[in-house]
C-alpha cells in the first residue's frame, strides 16, 4: 500500500512546530515501516509532516520505498539518506498546487497532518480520483475541518474493531498504530470505489464448478487416458486463476477488478500451461520411447499423470509470472541444445 502524507505545523506568526507533532509524525513513520507499506512525500521543510514521518520511517532498518514528488523547482530534498533508502524522485509541474495531483495519483490512501490550503487541495483530488483520505483533527489546521467533512464516509469501517473515533482525543502514543490500521481498512473499504460484487459472485460459483468437473473425470476411469488427462489441466488452470484474483480481492487490492483482466490471466494461464505440459510430455517420450503410455488405462497411470498435469495447471494459473518465467526458460534451454547438436 502507498500512502501519501501531507501537512505541517505552522501559523502565519511561527514556522516552529510543536514537540508532539513532531513526535506523532515520527510514530506514524515508525508504524508505517513496520507494517511494511510505502511512503510518497514531497518536501522536507522542518515545519513539515513530510519531514518527520521520513525521519521515523527510516529509523526502521528494513523499511519500503519512499516514493518524492514535487515541483521542478527547489533543491532535492532527503539527499543525505538516498544511499540508505530506496528512494525514487519525480519533479512533475512547476509549481506545488498543479504538483499535488501527480502526487494522489500513484497513491492508494491519503493521510493529512495538520497544514494549510495545500491539504486542502490534495483532499479534493484524492477524492475526486477515489482514494480514501484520513486527516488527523488533533492538530488544526485544515485537516481539522476536512476530518468533519469526511468523517461521514468512514461507515464503511466497523467502530468497534476500528476505533477511528479516539483520533479525535489528545495524541497518544498509540494511536500511530491506529493511524495505520484505518488507513489500511479504508484501503480494503473504499467507500468511493463500487466494488463489482458480480465478478465475486462469478469466481465463486465457476470455482465450485471446475473443482467439482474436475472431481467427475478424474473419478471416470473408462475415459481414454488420453482425453482425461487433456481435460484435467485446463479445469487445473482455471482453479488456479479464480484462487489468484480471490486472494487479491480478499487483499484489498484495486488491481484485478475488471473482466478483462479475469479473461486475459485464464487465456495466459492455459498458454502457460499448454506449454508446460508439452515438456512434460516430451519427458515421456525420451523415457519411454514413444507415446504409447498415453493409451494406458491403468488406473495407477491415470491417478499418476493425471495429478502431474493438474498441478503443472494449477500453478500456471496461480503463479502466472513464476510459471511464465520457468517456461520461457525450458525454451531457452532446448533451443540451446537443439543448436549445440547442429
Given at each position: 500500500?502507498?500512502?501519501?502524507?501531507?501537512?505541517?505545523?505552522?501559523?502565519?506568526?511561527s514556522?516552529?512546530?510543536?514537540?508532539?507533532?513532531?513526535s506523532?509524525?515520527?510514530?506514524?513513520?515508525?508504524?508505517?515501516a513496520?507494517?511494511?507499506?510505502?511512503?510518497?512525500?514531497?518536501?522536507?521543510?522542518?515545519?513539515?509532516?513530510?519531514?518527520?514521518v521520513?525521519?521515523?520511517?527510516?529509523?526502521?532498518?528494513?523499511?519500503?520505498?519512499?516514493?518524492?514528488?514535487?515541483?521542478?523547482?527547489?533543491?532535492?530534498?532527503?539527499?543525505?539518506?538516498?544511499?540508505?533508502?530506496?528512494?525514487?524522485?519525480?519533479?512533475?509541474?512547476?509549481?506545488w498546487?498543479?504538483?499535488?495531483i501527480?502526487?494522489?495519483?500513484p497513491?492508494?490512501?491519503?493521510?493529512?497532518?495538520?497544514?494549510?490550503?495545500?491539504?486542502?487541495?490534495?483532499?479534493?483530488?484524492?477524492?475526486a480520483?477515489?482514494?480514501?483520505?484520513?486527516?488527523?483533527?488533533?492538530?488544526?489546521?485544515?485537516?481539522?475541518?476536512?476530518?468533519?467533512d469526511?468523517?461521514?464516509?468512514?461507515?464503511?469501517?466497523?467502530?468497534?474493531?476500528?476505533?477511528?473515533?479516539?483520533?479525535?482525543?489528545?495524541?497518544?502514543?498509540?494511536?500511530?498504530?491506529?493511524?495505520?490500521?484505518?488507513?489500511?481498512a479504508?484501503?480494503?473499504?473504499?467507500?468511493?470505489?463500487?466494488?463489482?460484487?458480480?465478478?465475486?459472485?462469478?469466481?465463486f460459483?465457476?470455482?465450485?464448478?471446475?473443482?467439482?468437473?474436475?472431481?467427475?473425470?478424474?473419478?471416470?476411469?473408462?475415459l481414454?487416458?488420453?482425453?482425461?488427462?487433456?481435460?484435467?489441466?485446463?479445469?487445473?488452470?482455471?482453479?488456479g486463476?479464480?484462487?489468484?484474483?480471490?486472494?487479491?480481492?480478499?487483499?484489498?487490492?484495486?488491481?484485478?477488478?475488471?473482466?478483462?483482466?479475469?479473461?486475459?490471466?485464464?487465456?495466459?494461464?492455459?498458454?502457460?500451461?499448454?506449454?508446460?505440459?508439452?515438456?512434460f510430455?516430451?519427458?515421456g517420450l525420451?523415457?519411454?520411447g514413444?507415446?504409447d503410455?498415453?493409451?494406458?488405462?491403468?488406473?495407477?497411470?491415470?491417478?499418476r499423470?493425471?495429478?502431474?498435469?493438474s498441478?503443472?495447471?494449477?500453478?500456471?494459473?496461480?503463479?502466472?509470472?513464476?510459471?511464465?518465467?520457468?517456461?520461457?526458460?525450458?525454451?531457452?534451454?532446448?533451443?540451446?541444445?537443439?543448436?549445440?547438436t547442429?
Amino acid at each position: 500500500m502507498k500512502i501519501l502524507i501531507a501537512g505541517s505545523d505552522h501559523t502565519e506568526e511561527s514556522r516552529d512546530p510543536s514537540d508532539e507533532f513532531k513526535s506523532a509524525c515520527k510514530a506514524i513513520g515508525v508504524a508505517i515501516a513496520n507494517a511494511g507499506h510505502e511512503i510518497i512525500v514531497g518536501s522536507e521543510k522542518p515545519y513539515t509532516a513530510d519531514l518527520y514521518v521520513v525521519q521515523g520511517f527510516t529509523s526502521v532498518k528494513k523499511h519500503p520505498k519512499i516514493s518524492i514528488i514535487r515541483p521542478k523547482e527547489g533543491k532535492t530534498p532527503f539527499a543525505e539518506i538516498r544511499g540508505k533508502s530506496e528512494i525514487t524522485y519525480d519533479r512533475k509541474s512547476d509549481k506545488w498546487n498543479a504538483t499535488r495531483i501527480h502526487q494522489v495519483l500513484p497513491s492508494d490512501v491519503v493521510l493529512l497532518i495538520g497544514g494549510n490550503e495545500g491539504v486542502m487541495l490534495i483532499a479534493q483530488n484524492a477524492i475526486a480520483l477515489e482514494r480514501p483520505v484520513l486527516a488527523i483533527p488533533v492538530f488544526k489546521g485544515k485537516s481539522e475541518q476536512i476530518w468533519s467533512d469526511l468523517k461521514k464516509d468512514f461507515e464503511c469501517l466497523d467502530p468497534d474493531k476500528i476505533k477511528y473515533g479516539e483520533l479525535e482525543e489528545s495524541w497518544r502514543p498509540e494511536h500511530a498504530e491506529l493511524v495505520v490500521n484505518v488507513l489500511t481498512a479504508l484501503n480494503k473499504n473504499n467507500p468511493y470505489v463500487k466494488r463489482p460484487f458480480a465478478q465475486h459472485y462469478f469466481i465463486f460459483g465457476s470455482s465450485v464448478l471446475f473443482i467439482s468437473l474436475w472431481i467427475c473425470i478424474f473419478s471416470i476411469w473408462k475415459l481414454p487416458l488420453f482425453y482425461t488427462l487433456f481435460t484435467l489441466q485446463p479445469i487445473s488452470v482455471l482453479i488456479g486463476v479464480n484462487l489468484r484474483n480471490g486472494l487479491l480481492k480478499l487483499s484489498g487490492s484495486k488491481k484485478e477488478e475488471n473482466w478483462t483482466n479475469l479473461i486475459t490471466e485464464y487465456g495466459v494461464g492455459l498458454g502457460i500451461g499448454f506449454g508446460l505440459s508439452l515438456f512434460f510430455f516430451s519427458g515421456g517420450l525420451v523415457i519411454n520411447g514413444s507415446y504409447d503410455f498415453l493409451s494406458s488405462s491403468r488406473l495407477a497411470d491415470v491417478m499418476r499423470i493425471g495429478i502431474s498435469l493438474s498441478i503443472i495447471g494449477f500453478a500456471s494459473g496461480f503463479m502466472i509470472e513464476t510459471m511464465s518465467t520457468r517456461l520461457k526458460n525450458l525454451l531457452d534451454n532446448s533451443i540451446k541444445k537443439k543448436q549445440i547438436t547442429q
